[in-house]
């Protein structure tokens, strides 16, 4: 029997917590974490090592432990919806697709 996830994450131009890749990898991981107990163990080391949770992992340390989720999951696919990227803040000097939008 071939397993599936979904995780999904909503980039929201109001919001500063949905707008950084930080937030987008806490609540990835936090979703696929529900899904199994090794998982959820994976996610448990990292918390113990940034002295649980009284020290902020980095980016590289959440990429990290997402990577290593996913290679455990195996034969498991793994969905990830990432909506409205157009909010993500700026890094390229380009602007977005509501910026464009919004100057019409």
Known sequence: MHKAGLAHFYFYF???????RHG?????????????????????DLYSTHHHGSQQPSDSSLIQCLKDILRLSGQETVYII????????????LPSSREKSSCL
């Open 82 to 93: 990432a909506d409205a990227l157009d909010e993500c803040p700026n890094d390229r000097g």
């Open 24 to 44: 987008f990898l806490s609540s990835l991981l936090v979703q696929i974490c529900n899904w199994s107990a090794p998982f959820r163990g994976i996610l448990s």
């Open 14 to 20: 109001r919001d500063a917590e949905k707008q950084s």
